[in-house]
Protein backbone atom coordinates (compact mmCIF):
# COMPACT_ATOMS: atom_id res chain seq x y z
CA UNK A 1 0.00 0.00 0.00
CA UNK A 2 1.25 3.60 -0.74
CA UNK A 3 1.59 5.72 2.39
CA UNK A 4 1.26 8.60 0.28
CA UNK A 5 -2.30 8.11 -1.32
CA UNK A 6 -3.49 11.23 0.80
CA UNK A 7 -0.24 13.20 1.09
CA UNK A 8 0.35 13.29 -2.55
CA UNK A 9 1.94 16.19 -4.02
CA UNK A 10 3.86 16.91 -0.53
CA UNK A 11 7.28 16.82 -0.18
CA UNK A 12 8.93 13.64 1.52
CA UNK A 13 11.01 13.89 4.26
CA UNK A 14 15.03 13.81 3.72
CA UNK A 15 18.40 13.40 5.04
CA UNK A 16 21.43 14.53 3.53
CA UNK A 17 25.23 14.52 5.07
CA UNK A 18 28.20 16.51 4.34
CA UNK A 19 31.32 14.44 6.21
CA UNK A 20 34.51 16.60 6.34
CA UNK A 21 37.53 15.90 8.61
CA UNK A 22 35.29 13.33 10.86
CA UNK A 23 33.04 15.94 11.30
CA UNK A 24 29.14 15.29 9.86
CA UNK A 25 26.59 18.24 9.44
CA UNK A 26 23.34 16.14 8.48
CA UNK A 27 20.25 18.44 7.29
CA UNK A 28 16.76 16.86 8.18
CA UNK A 29 14.07 18.20 6.40
CA UNK A 30 10.07 17.95 5.29
CA UNK A 31 7.48 15.46 7.58
CA UNK A 32 9.38 13.35 9.95
CA UNK A 33 5.79 11.41 10.59
CA UNK A 34 5.47 7.66 10.28
CA UNK A 35 2.97 7.56 7.03
CA UNK A 36 6.28 8.49 5.25
CA UNK A 37 7.96 5.14 7.94
CA UNK A 38 9.31 3.85 4.48
CA UNK A 39 11.04 6.67 2.89
CA UNK A 40 12.68 7.59 6.77
CA UNK A 41 14.11 4.28 7.43
CA UNK A 42 15.95 4.29 4.04
CA UNK A 43 17.28 7.95 4.65
CA UNK A 44 18.32 6.83 8.12
CA UNK A 45 20.34 3.42 6.95
CA UNK A 46 21.69 5.74 4.38
CA UNK A 47 23.88 7.85 6.28
CA UNK A 48 24.32 5.16 8.81
CA UNK A 49 27.95 4.85 7.23
CA UNK A 50 29.00 8.23 7.57
CA UNK A 51 28.00 8.45 10.98
CA UNK A 52 29.99 5.21 12.06
CA UNK A 53 32.93 7.53 10.51
CA UNK A 54 32.44 10.63 11.75
CA UNK A 55 33.66 11.39 15.45
CA UNK A 56 31.26 14.16 15.82
CA UNK A 57 27.90 14.49 14.57
CA UNK A 58 25.39 17.87 14.09
CA UNK A 59 22.02 17.52 13.57
CA UNK A 60 20.21 20.27 11.72
CA UNK A 61 15.96 20.16 12.16
CA UNK A 62 15.52 23.73 11.21
CA UNK A 63 13.67 22.21 8.23
CA UNK A 64 11.55 19.35 9.91
CA UNK A 65 8.15 20.61 9.48
CA UNK A 66 6.27 17.87 10.94
CA UNK A 67 7.73 15.24 13.82
CA UNK A 68 5.92 12.43 15.18
CA UNK A 69 7.22 9.71 17.90
CA UNK A 70 8.62 7.81 15.07
CA UNK A 71 10.37 10.81 13.15
CA UNK A 72 11.66 11.56 16.77
CA UNK A 73 12.72 8.10 17.44
CA UNK A 74 14.62 7.72 14.16
CA UNK A 75 16.31 10.97 15.56
CA UNK A 76 17.10 10.19 18.38
CA UNK A 77 18.19 6.75 17.07
CA UNK A 78 20.81 8.59 14.86
CA UNK A 79 22.03 10.96 17.48
CA UNK A 80 22.77 7.44 19.81
CA UNK A 81 24.57 5.48 16.75
CA UNK A 82 26.97 8.99 16.30
CA UNK A 83 27.87 8.99 20.13
CA UNK A 84 29.87 6.97 22.51
CA UNK A 85 33.34 6.15 22.69
CA UNK A 86 34.85 9.38 22.60
CA UNK A 87 32.45 10.27 19.99
CA UNK A 88 29.99 12.99 20.02
CA UNK A 89 26.46 13.55 18.79
CA UNK A 90 23.67 16.48 19.16
CA UNK A 91 21.47 18.89 17.37
CA UNK A 92 22.78 21.60 16.28
CA UNK A 93 19.54 23.33 17.80
CA UNK A 94 16.43 22.19 19.75
CA UNK A 95 13.07 24.21 17.91
CA UNK A 96 11.22 24.47 20.98
CA UNK A 97 8.26 23.48 19.17
CA UNK A 98 9.75 19.60 19.30
CA UNK A 99 11.31 19.87 22.35
CA UNK A 100 9.40 18.27 24.39
CA UNK A 101 8.69 15.42 22.33
CA UNK A 102 12.87 15.02 21.35
CA UNK A 103 13.44 15.19 25.57
CA UNK A 104 10.47 12.20 26.16
CA UNK A 105 12.01 9.82 23.28
CA UNK A 106 15.63 10.05 24.97
CA UNK A 107 14.05 8.27 28.11
CA UNK A 108 12.78 5.12 25.79
CA UNK A 109 14.57 1.71 25.26
CA UNK A 110 17.48 2.41 27.63
CA UNK A 111 17.14 -1.07 28.91
CA UNK A 112 16.66 -3.86 26.44
CA UNK A 113 13.98 -6.26 27.27
CA UNK A 114 14.76 -9.73 29.06
CA UNK A 115 16.19 -11.56 26.73
CA UNK A 116 13.44 -14.81 25.72
CA UNK A 117 16.17 -17.40 26.44
CA UNK A 118 15.94 -20.14 23.01
CA UNK A 119 15.85 -23.59 24.47
CA UNK A 120 17.98 -26.26 22.16
CA UNK A 121 15.37 -28.24 19.59
CA UNK A 122 15.99 -31.65 21.44
CA UNK A 123 14.95 -30.14 24.73
CA UNK A 124 12.41 -28.60 23.35
CA UNK A 125 10.95 -31.36 21.74
CA UNK A 126 11.53 -33.49 25.11
CA UNK A 127 9.49 -30.59 26.90
CA UNK A 128 6.80 -30.85 24.76
CA UNK A 129 6.47 -34.79 25.05
CA UNK A 130 6.69 -34.43 28.57
CA UNK A 131 3.86 -31.64 29.16
CA UNK A 132 1.49 -33.85 26.30
CA UNK A 133 1.85 -36.47 28.52
CA UNK A 134 1.24 -34.82 32.30
CA UNK A 135 -1.47 -32.81 30.13
CA UNK A 136 -2.72 -36.14 29.24
CA UNK A 137 -2.90 -37.27 33.34
CA UNK A 138 -4.55 -33.79 33.69
CA UNK A 139 -7.36 -34.02 31.58
CA UNK A 140 -7.96 -37.67 32.98
CA UNK A 141 -7.98 -36.35 36.45
CA UNK A 142 -10.48 -33.25 35.28
CA UNK A 143 -13.06 -35.81 33.62
CA UNK A 144 -12.49 -37.91 36.80
CA UNK A 145 -13.12 -34.81 39.29
CA UNK A 146 -16.35 -33.80 37.10
CA UNK A 147 -17.44 -36.97 37.24
CA UNK A 148 -17.10 -37.56 41.44
CA UNK A 149 -18.64 -33.60 41.49
CA UNK A 150 -21.64 -34.77 39.43
CA UNK A 151 -22.37 -38.02 41.64
CA UNK A 152 -21.60 -36.17 44.79
CA UNK A 153 -24.63 -33.69 42.96
CA UNK A 154 -26.85 -36.52 42.47
CA UNK A 155 -26.54 -37.86 45.69
CA UNK A 156 -27.27 -34.29 46.74
CA UNK A 157 -30.42 -33.83 44.70
CA UNK A 158 -32.02 -37.66 45.88
CA UNK A 159 -31.56 -37.04 49.29
CA UNK A 160 -33.32 -33.78 48.37
CA UNK A 161 -35.44 -33.93 45.57
CA UNK A 162 -36.69 -30.16 45.93
CA UNK A 163 -32.93 -28.90 44.65
CA UNK A 164 -33.08 -30.67 41.24
CA UNK A 165 -33.61 -27.91 39.09
CA UNK A 166 -36.41 -29.44 37.10
CA UNK A 167 -37.32 -26.50 34.51
CA UNK A 168 -33.67 -25.88 34.09
CA UNK A 169 -33.01 -29.75 32.73
CA UNK A 170 -36.79 -29.59 30.49
CA UNK A 171 -35.20 -26.51 29.15
CA UNK A 172 -32.22 -28.58 28.36
CA UNK A 173 -33.78 -31.33 27.62
CA UNK A 174 -35.79 -28.94 24.42
CA UNK A 175 -32.70 -27.79 23.24
CA UNK A 176 -30.89 -31.02 22.74
CA UNK A 177 -33.56 -33.27 22.21
CA UNK A 178 -36.57 -31.60 20.55
CA UNK A 179 -34.60 -29.04 18.44
CA UNK A 180 -31.78 -32.22 17.11
CA UNK A 181 -34.95 -33.98 15.68
CA UNK A 182 -35.25 -32.71 12.23
CA UNK A 183 -31.03 -32.52 11.69
CA UNK A 184 -30.67 -36.35 13.06
CA UNK A 185 -33.82 -38.11 11.38
CA UNK A 186 -32.49 -36.09 8.00
CA UNK A 187 -29.02 -36.87 8.40
CA UNK A 188 -29.63 -40.85 9.79
CA UNK A 189 -32.07 -41.39 7.04
CA UNK A 190 -29.66 -40.72 4.17
CA UNK A 191 -27.33 -42.80 5.64
CA UNK A 192 -29.92 -45.37 6.06
CA UNK A 193 -30.64 -45.36 2.27
CA UNK A 194 -26.45 -44.58 1.27
CA UNK A 195 -26.01 -48.05 3.05
CA UNK A 196 -28.70 -49.96 1.88
CA UNK A 197 -27.88 -48.98 -1.67
CA UNK A 198 -24.14 -49.75 -1.31
CA UNK A 199 -25.76 -53.23 0.34
CA UNK A 200 -27.69 -54.14 -3.31
CA UNK A 201 -25.14 -52.80 -5.55
CA UNK A 202 -22.24 -55.14 -4.12
CA UNK A 203 -23.89 -58.20 -2.67
CA UNK A 204 -26.28 -58.23 -5.88
CA UNK A 205 -23.29 -59.63 -7.56
CA UNK A 206 -23.36 -62.94 -5.28
CA UNK A 207 -26.71 -62.66 -4.99
CA UNK A 208 -27.10 -62.12 -1.72
CA UNK A 209 -29.92 -59.31 -1.72
CA UNK A 210 -31.81 -60.62 0.43
CA UNK A 211 -29.05 -60.53 3.41
CA UNK A 212 -28.48 -56.01 2.64
CA UNK A 213 -31.81 -56.06 5.21
CA UNK A 214 -29.66 -58.33 7.92
CA UNK A 215 -26.79 -55.94 7.70
CA UNK A 216 -28.99 -52.89 7.66
CA UNK A 217 -30.71 -53.96 10.95
CA UNK A 218 -28.05 -55.01 13.06
CA UNK A 219 -25.45 -52.68 11.44
CA UNK A 220 -28.07 -49.60 13.17
CA UNK A 221 -29.36 -51.05 15.87
CA UNK A 222 -26.15 -52.68 17.49
CA UNK A 223 -23.74 -50.10 16.21
CA UNK A 224 -23.97 -46.79 13.63
CA UNK A 225 -27.21 -45.50 15.19
CA UNK A 226 -25.81 -45.00 18.43
CA UNK A 227 -22.76 -44.09 17.23
CA UNK A 228 -23.76 -41.52 14.34
CA UNK A 229 -26.14 -40.05 17.08
CA UNK A 230 -23.35 -39.80 19.55
CA UNK A 231 -21.40 -37.67 17.27
CA UNK A 232 -23.43 -35.45 15.98
CA UNK A 233 -25.11 -34.63 19.66
CA UNK A 234 -21.06 -34.29 20.60
CA UNK A 235 -21.08 -31.99 18.13
CA UNK A 236 -24.24 -30.13 18.04
CA UNK A 237 -24.99 -30.21 22.08
CA UNK A 238 -21.52 -30.69 23.53
CA UNK A 239 -19.88 -28.07 22.11
CA UNK A 240 -22.78 -25.69 22.90
CA UNK A 241 -23.02 -26.56 26.54
CA UNK A 242 -18.79 -25.99 26.44
CA UNK A 243 -19.00 -22.55 25.10
CA UNK A 244 -21.66 -21.34 27.52
CA UNK A 245 -19.92 -22.79 30.77
CA UNK A 246 -16.77 -21.23 29.38
CA UNK A 247 -18.76 -18.20 28.49
CA UNK A 248 -20.28 -18.00 31.63
CA UNK A 249 -16.87 -18.50 33.63
CA UNK A 250 -15.29 -16.06 31.58
CA UNK A 251 -17.95 -13.37 32.46
CA UNK A 252 -17.19 -14.44 36.58
CA UNK A 253 -20.89 -15.72 36.40
CA UNK A 254 -19.79 -19.24 37.42
CA UNK A 255 -17.51 -17.02 40.88
CA UNK A 256 -20.96 -15.46 41.29
CA UNK A 257 -22.85 -18.39 41.74
CA UNK A 258 -20.48 -19.98 44.03
CA UNK A 259 -19.88 -17.23 46.28
CA UNK A 260 -23.94 -17.42 46.80
CA UNK A 261 -23.65 -20.61 48.21
CA UNK A 262 -24.36 -22.44 45.20
CA UNK A 263 -22.61 -25.12 43.70
CA UNK A 264 -22.26 -24.57 39.96
CA UNK A 265 -22.14 -28.30 39.02
CA UNK A 266 -25.48 -28.76 40.55
CA UNK A 267 -27.09 -25.57 39.26
CA UNK A 268 -25.69 -25.43 35.32
CA UNK A 269 -24.35 -29.26 34.50
CA UNK A 270 -26.44 -31.46 36.41
CA UNK A 271 -29.26 -30.52 34.49
CA UNK A 272 -27.56 -30.00 31.04
CA UNK A 273 -26.12 -33.62 31.53
CA UNK A 274 -29.08 -35.15 32.74
CA UNK A 275 -30.86 -34.03 29.93
CA UNK A 276 -28.21 -35.22 27.07
CA UNK A 277 -28.76 -38.53 29.26
CA UNK A 278 -32.25 -39.05 28.54
CA UNK A 279 -32.52 -37.42 25.02
CA UNK A 280 -29.38 -39.67 23.61
CA UNK A 281 -31.27 -42.87 23.96
CA UNK A 282 -34.22 -40.67 22.34
CA UNK A 283 -32.75 -39.57 19.85
CA UNK A 284 -30.45 -43.00 19.52
CA UNK A 285 -33.87 -44.88 18.69
CA UNK A 286 -35.76 -42.25 16.60
CA UNK A 287 -32.26 -42.34 13.95
CA UNK A 288 -32.50 -45.80 13.84
CA UNK A 289 -36.20 -45.94 12.82
CA UNK A 290 -35.14 -43.06 10.06
CA UNK A 291 -32.33 -44.86 9.18
CA UNK A 292 -34.18 -48.48 8.41
CA UNK A 293 -37.20 -46.58 7.01
CA UNK A 294 -34.38 -44.67 4.23
CA UNK A 295 -32.61 -48.36 3.90
CA UNK A 296 -36.37 -49.83 3.03
CA UNK A 297 -37.23 -47.28 0.50
CA UNK A 298 -33.81 -47.67 -1.32
CA UNK A 299 -34.70 -51.52 -0.79
CA UNK A 300 -37.90 -50.85 -2.48
CA UNK A 301 -37.14 -49.00 -5.20
CA UNK A 302 -33.68 -49.53 -6.01
CA UNK A 303 -33.83 -53.10 -4.40
CA UNK A 304 -37.06 -54.29 -5.84
CA UNK A 305 -37.81 -55.60 -2.49
CA UNK A 306 -41.55 -55.23 -1.64
CA UNK A 307 -41.48 -53.56 2.11
CA UNK A 308 -43.94 -56.22 3.38
CA UNK A 309 -40.49 -58.88 2.71
CA UNK A 310 -38.63 -56.37 3.98
CA UNK A 311 -40.31 -56.01 7.18
CA UNK A 312 -40.68 -59.80 7.32
CA UNK A 313 -37.15 -60.43 6.89
CA UNK A 314 -35.66 -57.16 9.23
CA UNK A 315 -38.13 -59.33 11.73
CA UNK A 316 -36.35 -62.30 11.46
CA UNK A 317 -33.05 -60.92 11.33
CA UNK A 318 -33.11 -58.50 13.92
CA UNK A 319 -33.33 -59.57 18.18
CA UNK A 320 -34.09 -57.68 20.85
CA UNK A 321 -30.91 -58.22 22.22
CA UNK A 322 -29.44 -55.90 19.08
CA UNK A 323 -31.76 -53.28 19.73
CA UNK A 324 -30.97 -53.57 23.80
CA UNK A 325 -27.18 -52.90 22.89
CA UNK A 326 -27.27 -49.95 21.04
CA UNK A 327 -30.02 -48.29 23.53
CA UNK A 328 -27.81 -49.66 26.49
CA UNK A 329 -24.67 -47.91 25.21
CA UNK A 330 -26.71 -44.59 24.64
CA UNK A 331 -26.70 -42.83 27.84
CA UNK A 332 -23.27 -43.96 28.65
CA UNK A 333 -22.40 -41.90 25.57
CA UNK A 334 -24.20 -38.97 26.70
CA UNK A 335 -22.94 -39.03 30.12
CA UNK A 336 -19.05 -39.11 28.93
CA UNK A 337 -20.08 -35.98 26.22
CA UNK A 338 -21.46 -34.24 28.98
CA UNK A 339 -18.64 -34.60 31.47
CA UNK A 340 -16.40 -33.32 29.20
CA UNK A 341 -18.20 -30.61 27.60
CA UNK A 342 -18.70 -29.54 31.36
CA UNK A 343 -15.12 -30.10 32.26
CA UNK A 344 -13.50 -28.12 29.15
CA UNK A 345 -16.11 -25.49 29.50
CA UNK A 346 -15.32 -24.88 33.40
CA UNK A 347 -11.49 -24.57 32.24
CA UNK A 348 -11.82 -22.03 29.77
CA UNK A 349 -9.64 -18.60 31.08
CA UNK A 350 -10.12 -14.98 30.06
CA UNK A 351 -9.09 -15.04 26.76
CA UNK A 352 -11.56 -15.91 23.46
CA UNK A 353 -8.66 -17.65 22.58
CA UNK A 354 -9.38 -20.25 25.09
CA UNK A 355 -12.78 -20.39 24.71
CA UNK A 356 -12.49 -21.55 20.83
CA UNK A 357 -9.32 -24.12 21.88
CA UNK A 358 -11.25 -25.64 24.64
CA UNK A 359 -14.47 -26.04 22.73
CA UNK A 360 -12.59 -27.69 20.10
CA UNK A 361 -10.79 -29.81 23.12
CA UNK A 362 -14.37 -30.45 24.04
CA UNK A 363 -15.74 -32.02 20.86
CA UNK A 364 -12.81 -33.53 19.83
CA UNK A 365 -12.45 -35.42 23.31
CA UNK A 366 -15.85 -36.44 23.69
CA UNK A 367 -16.34 -38.11 20.01
CA UNK A 368 -12.82 -39.68 20.68
CA UNK A 369 -14.03 -41.34 23.61
CA UNK A 370 -17.66 -42.13 22.59
CA UNK A 371 -15.63 -44.06 20.31
CA UNK A 372 -13.49 -45.96 22.72
CA UNK A 373 -16.63 -46.44 24.88
CA UNK A 374 -18.26 -48.05 21.85
CA UNK A 375 -15.21 -50.37 21.83
CA UNK A 376 -15.07 -51.29 25.37
CA UNK A 377 -18.80 -52.44 25.56
CA UNK A 378 -18.19 -54.39 21.91
CA UNK A 379 -15.84 -56.32 24.24
CA UNK A 380 -18.14 -56.51 26.91
CA UNK A 381 -21.00 -57.84 24.86
CA UNK A 382 -19.08 -60.36 23.28
CA UNK A 383 -17.94 -61.70 26.53
CA UNK A 384 -21.10 -61.75 27.83
CA UNK A 385 -22.56 -63.57 24.50
CA UNK A 386 -24.72 -60.98 23.46
CA UNK B 1 -3.03 18.76 7.97
CA UNK B 2 -4.87 20.54 5.32
CA UNK B 3 -8.09 21.84 6.73
CA UNK B 4 -5.12 24.23 8.40
CA UNK B 5 -7.28 27.07 9.03
CA UNK B 6 -10.17 25.12 10.39
CA UNK B 7 -9.61 25.04 14.18
CA UNK B 8 -12.34 22.51 15.12
CA UNK B 9 -11.15 18.80 14.92
CA UNK B 10 -14.76 17.33 15.02
CA UNK B 11 -17.98 19.51 14.19
CA UNK B 12 -21.13 17.78 15.05
CA UNK B 13 -24.24 19.72 13.49
CA UNK B 14 -28.04 18.84 14.01
CA UNK B 15 -27.10 14.87 14.82
CA UNK B 16 -30.00 12.80 15.91
CA UNK B 17 -29.77 8.79 16.54
CA UNK B 18 -31.95 6.71 17.82
CA UNK B 19 -33.06 2.93 18.53
CA UNK B 20 -36.74 1.98 17.17
CA UNK B 21 -38.92 4.76 18.79
CA UNK B 22 -36.35 6.15 21.52
CA UNK B 23 -34.59 8.87 20.34
CA UNK B 24 -31.19 9.24 21.83
CA UNK B 25 -29.99 11.93 20.76
CA UNK B 26 -31.31 14.74 19.37
CA UNK B 27 -30.12 17.77 17.10
CA UNK B 28 -27.25 17.48 18.84
CA UNK B 29 -24.52 20.50 18.21
CA UNK B 30 -20.63 19.86 19.02
CA UNK B 31 -17.40 21.32 18.68
CA UNK B 32 -13.99 20.13 19.87
CA UNK B 33 -10.99 22.28 19.41
CA UNK B 34 -8.07 21.54 18.13
CA UNK B 35 -5.52 20.46 20.92
CA UNK B 36 -7.79 20.79 23.70
CA UNK B 37 -8.78 17.60 25.69
CA UNK B 38 -13.02 18.08 25.81
CA UNK B 39 -14.25 15.98 28.90
CA UNK B 40 -17.51 14.41 28.45
CA UNK B 41 -20.22 14.03 30.83
CA UNK B 42 -23.68 12.76 31.33
CA UNK B 43 -25.91 10.85 33.66
CA UNK B 44 -25.50 6.72 32.52
CA UNK B 45 -28.13 5.85 29.49
CA UNK B 46 -27.82 9.37 28.34
CA UNK B 47 -26.31 8.88 25.24
CA UNK B 48 -22.46 9.43 26.26
CA UNK B 49 -21.31 6.41 24.49
CA UNK B 50 -23.84 6.58 21.56
CA UNK B 51 -22.15 9.48 20.65
CA UNK B 52 -18.77 8.53 20.93
CA UNK B 53 -19.75 5.46 18.66
CA UNK B 54 -21.77 7.67 16.15
CA UNK B 55 -19.06 9.86 15.96
CA UNK B 56 -15.98 6.65 15.05
CA UNK B 57 -18.32 5.34 12.93
CA UNK B 58 -19.93 2.35 14.67
CA UNK B 59 -23.59 3.46 15.25
CA UNK B 60 -25.34 5.18 12.08
CA UNK B 61 -27.10 8.49 12.37
CA UNK B 62 -30.58 9.51 11.69
CA UNK B 63 -29.40 12.91 10.54
CA UNK B 64 -26.66 15.74 11.17
CA UNK B 65 -23.87 15.96 10.00
CA UNK B 66 -20.52 14.78 12.16
CA UNK B 67 -16.81 16.08 10.48
CA UNK B 68 -13.50 14.47 12.06
CA UNK B 69 -10.11 15.70 11.06
CA UNK B 70 -11.42 17.41 7.83
CA UNK B 71 -13.81 14.05 7.11
CA UNK B 72 -17.08 13.76 6.47
CA UNK B 73 -18.49 9.77 6.22
CA UNK B 74 -21.60 10.89 4.38
CA UNK B 75 -19.09 12.36 1.37
CA UNK B 76 -15.91 10.78 1.81
CA UNK B 77 -14.78 7.82 -0.57
CA UNK B 78 -14.21 4.33 0.98
CA UNK B 79 -10.40 4.99 1.07
CA UNK B 80 -10.76 7.83 2.98
CA UNK B 81 -12.91 6.67 5.43
CA UNK B 82 -10.17 3.61 5.96
CA UNK B 83 -7.41 6.16 6.17
CA UNK B 84 -9.46 8.15 8.87
CA UNK B 85 -8.21 4.92 11.27
CA UNK B 86 -4.83 6.59 11.13
CA UNK B 87 -6.20 9.47 12.52
CA UNK B 88 -7.52 9.03 15.58
CA UNK B 89 -6.97 6.30 18.51
CA UNK B 90 -9.63 4.67 20.33
CA UNK B 91 -9.01 3.93 23.89
CA UNK B 92 -12.13 1.32 24.68
CA UNK B 93 -13.19 1.07 28.07
CA UNK B 94 -12.47 -2.27 28.75
CA UNK B 95 -9.27 -2.05 26.95
CA UNK B 96 -10.87 -4.35 23.98
CA UNK B 97 -6.85 -5.72 23.35
CA UNK B 98 -6.70 -8.30 21.23
CA UNK B 99 -6.48 -11.69 23.26
CA UNK B 100 -4.75 -13.66 21.11
CA UNK B 101 -1.57 -11.27 20.73
CA UNK B 102 1.24 -10.47 22.96
CA UNK B 103 1.06 -6.29 24.24
CA UNK B 104 3.90 -6.06 22.19
CA UNK B 105 1.92 -6.98 18.64
CA UNK B 106 -1.18 -5.28 20.11
CA UNK B 107 1.10 -2.02 19.83
CA UNK B 108 2.21 -3.08 16.45
CA UNK B 109 -0.95 -4.08 15.08
CA UNK B 110 -1.73 -0.56 13.78
CA UNK B 111 1.61 0.12 12.52
CA UNK B 112 1.67 -3.15 10.38
CA UNK B 113 -1.57 -2.59 8.61
CA UNK B 114 -0.64 0.79 7.97
CA UNK B 115 2.51 1.84 7.31
CA UNK B 116 5.57 -0.17 5.22
CA UNK B 117 8.05 -0.17 8.57
CA UNK B 118 10.70 -2.77 8.75
CA UNK B 119 10.25 -5.59 11.74
CA UNK B 120 13.25 -3.25 13.83
CA UNK B 121 11.58 -0.31 13.76
CA UNK B 122 8.59 -1.47 14.74
CA UNK B 123 9.57 -3.41 17.82
CA UNK B 124 11.99 0.09 18.44
CA UNK B 125 8.05 2.01 18.25
CA UNK B 126 6.30 -0.30 20.16
CA UNK B 127 8.41 -0.50 23.52
CA UNK B 128 9.01 3.23 22.83
CA UNK B 129 5.03 3.65 23.24
CA UNK B 130 4.87 1.06 25.78
CA UNK B 131 7.81 2.81 27.78
CA UNK B 132 5.85 6.29 27.14
CA UNK B 133 2.68 5.35 28.64
CA UNK B 134 4.85 3.98 31.67
CA UNK B 135 5.15 0.39 30.72
CA UNK B 136 8.73 -1.71 31.46
CA UNK B 137 10.11 -3.53 28.10
CA UNK B 138 9.44 -6.41 30.45
CA UNK B 139 5.54 -6.25 30.22
CA UNK B 140 5.85 -6.47 26.52
CA UNK B 141 5.62 -10.10 25.97
CA UNK B 142 2.86 -10.97 28.10
CA UNK B 143 -0.67 -12.16 26.84
CA UNK B 144 -3.55 -9.42 27.56
CA UNK B 145 -5.29 -11.93 30.05
CA UNK B 146 -1.69 -11.19 32.23
CA UNK B 147 -2.38 -7.74 32.95
CA UNK B 148 -3.82 -5.78 35.62
CA UNK B 149 -6.42 -3.40 34.88
CA UNK B 150 -4.17 0.15 35.21
CA UNK B 151 -2.26 -2.09 32.75
CA UNK B 152 -4.24 -3.44 30.21
CA UNK B 153 -5.81 0.64 30.09
CA UNK B 154 -2.21 1.45 29.58
CA UNK B 155 -1.68 -1.02 26.86
CA UNK B 156 -4.62 -0.03 25.40
CA UNK B 157 -3.38 3.61 25.51
CA UNK B 158 -0.07 2.38 23.93
CA UNK B 159 -1.95 1.34 21.18
CA UNK B 160 -4.74 3.73 20.13
CA UNK B 161 -1.26 6.21 19.78
CA UNK B 162 0.51 3.48 17.71
CA UNK B 163 0.18 6.25 14.45
CA UNK B 164 0.35 9.45 16.50
CA UNK B 165 -2.95 9.98 15.75
CA UNK B 166 -4.74 13.48 16.08
CA UNK B 167 -7.73 12.77 18.07
CA UNK B 168 -7.59 10.35 20.39
CA UNK B 169 -10.90 8.82 21.72
CA UNK B 170 -11.36 8.08 25.52
CA UNK B 171 -14.17 5.72 27.07
CA UNK B 172 -14.28 6.50 30.56
CA UNK B 173 -10.47 5.44 31.02
CA UNK B 174 -10.09 6.00 34.09
CA UNK B 175 -13.13 3.57 35.27
CA UNK B 176 -11.85 0.65 37.15
CA UNK B 177 -9.05 2.25 38.50
CA UNK B 178 -8.28 3.49 41.98
CA UNK B 179 -8.29 6.60 42.59
CA UNK B 180 -4.12 7.05 42.48
CA UNK B 181 -4.26 4.88 39.37
CA UNK B 182 -6.52 6.98 38.27
CA UNK B 183 -5.01 9.99 38.87
CA UNK B 184 -1.64 8.93 37.34
CA UNK B 185 -3.72 7.44 34.31
CA UNK B 186 -5.21 11.58 33.96
CA UNK B 187 -2.01 12.93 34.35
CA UNK B 188 -0.30 10.58 31.51
CA UNK B 189 -2.98 11.42 29.20
CA UNK B 190 -2.05 15.05 30.09
CA UNK B 191 1.57 14.67 29.91
CA UNK B 192 1.08 12.95 26.41
CA UNK B 193 -1.13 15.24 25.22
CA UNK B 194 1.09 18.13 25.55
CA UNK B 195 3.92 16.04 23.93
CA UNK B 196 2.38 14.92 20.90
CA UNK B 197 -0.53 17.80 20.65
CA UNK B 198 -3.12 15.89 19.72
CA UNK B 199 -6.89 16.14 20.65
CA UNK B 200 -8.92 14.60 23.28
CA UNK B 201 -12.35 13.57 23.58
CA UNK B 202 -12.80 12.15 26.88
CA UNK B 203 -16.09 10.34 28.24
CA UNK B 204 -16.16 10.55 31.52
CA UNK B 205 -17.57 9.81 35.41
CA UNK B 206 -14.73 11.19 36.99
CA UNK B 207 -14.95 14.53 39.00
CA UNK B 208 -11.38 14.25 39.63
CA UNK B 209 -10.82 13.66 35.79
CA UNK B 210 -12.50 16.99 34.92
CA UNK B 211 -11.11 18.85 37.48
CA UNK B 212 -7.52 17.94 36.79
CA UNK B 213 -7.09 17.60 32.84
CA UNK B 214 -10.19 18.61 31.45
CA UNK B 215 -9.69 22.16 29.28
CA UNK B 216 -13.33 22.14 28.83
CA UNK B 217 -16.38 20.46 29.53
CA UNK B 218 -19.29 19.34 27.37
CA UNK B 219 -22.66 17.86 29.42
CA UNK B 220 -25.32 15.70 27.98
CA UNK B 221 -28.91 15.94 28.72
CA UNK B 222 -31.94 15.07 27.38
CA UNK B 223 -30.09 14.64 24.02
CA UNK B 224 -28.79 17.44 23.93
CA UNK B 225 -25.69 19.55 25.02
CA UNK B 226 -26.75 21.51 28.08
CA UNK B 227 -23.60 23.32 28.46
CA UNK B 228 -19.83 23.44 27.39
CA UNK B 229 -17.10 25.67 28.77
CA UNK B 230 -14.29 25.70 30.96
CA UNK B 231 -14.95 24.35 34.66
CA UNK B 232 -16.16 27.43 35.72
CA UNK B 233 -18.60 27.90 33.18
CA UNK B 234 -20.20 24.60 33.90
CA UNK B 235 -20.44 25.77 37.80
CA UNK B 236 -22.62 28.25 36.95
CA UNK B 237 -24.83 26.27 35.22
CA UNK B 238 -28.50 26.02 36.47
CA UNK B 239 -29.58 23.07 34.77
CA UNK B 240 -30.73 20.77 37.52
CA UNK B 241 -28.66 17.54 36.22
CA UNK B 242 -25.41 19.58 36.05
CA UNK B 243 -26.27 21.44 39.42
CA UNK B 244 -26.68 18.02 41.15
CA UNK B 245 -23.78 16.62 39.41
CA UNK B 246 -21.37 19.56 40.34
CA UNK B 247 -22.05 20.34 43.39
CA UNK B 248 -23.94 17.71 45.15
CA UNK B 249 -22.48 16.10 47.78
CA UNK B 250 -20.60 13.80 46.44
CA UNK B 251 -18.34 16.49 44.68
CA UNK B 252 -15.77 16.54 47.22
CA UNK B 253 -13.51 19.30 45.92
CA UNK B 254 -16.18 21.77 46.80
CA UNK B 255 -17.77 20.37 49.49
CA UNK B 256 -17.02 21.95 52.91
CA UNK B 257 -13.94 20.62 55.11
CA UNK B 258 -16.00 18.10 57.56
CA UNK B 259 -15.99 19.86 61.44
Redesign the interface.
Given at each position: MSASSETAGTRLPSLTGTLSEGRLRLIASGPWISVHAETLERQVEAVAADIAKAGKTTIDIEAVDELDTLGAWLLERTIRAGSGAGREAAFAELPQRYRGLLEEVTQVNRRPAAEVQKPNALIDALERIGRATAQFRDSAQTFLEMLGALSAAVVRVLLNPRRFRLTSAVYQLFRVGWQAVPIIVLITFLIGCIISQQGFFHFRKFGADAYVVDMLGILFLREIGVLIVAIMVAGRSGSSYTAELGSMKMREEIDALRTMGFDPVEVLVLPRVIALVIALPLLTFIGSMAALYGGGLVAWFYGDMNPSIFIARLHEAVSVTSFKVGMIKAPFMALVIGVVAASEGLKVKGSAESLGLQTTTSVVKSIFLVIVLDGLFAMFFASIGW | MDAGTDNVAIRVRGLVVGFGRQVVLDRLDLDVRRGEILGFVGASGSGKSVLMRTIIGLLPKRSGTIQVAGMNRDTATL??IR?IG?HWGILFQQGALF??LTVRQNVQFP?RE?????QR?MD??A???L??VGLS??D??K???QLSGGMTKRVALARA?A??PEILFLDEPTSGLDPISGGEFDSLIKTLQ???GFTVFMVTHDLDSLHTVCDRIAVLADGKIVVVGPMSAVLASEHPWVKAYFRGKRTRVHAAMPN
Open positions: - | EEARSSMNLVISLEMMAKEMPDAEFPSLLDRTL
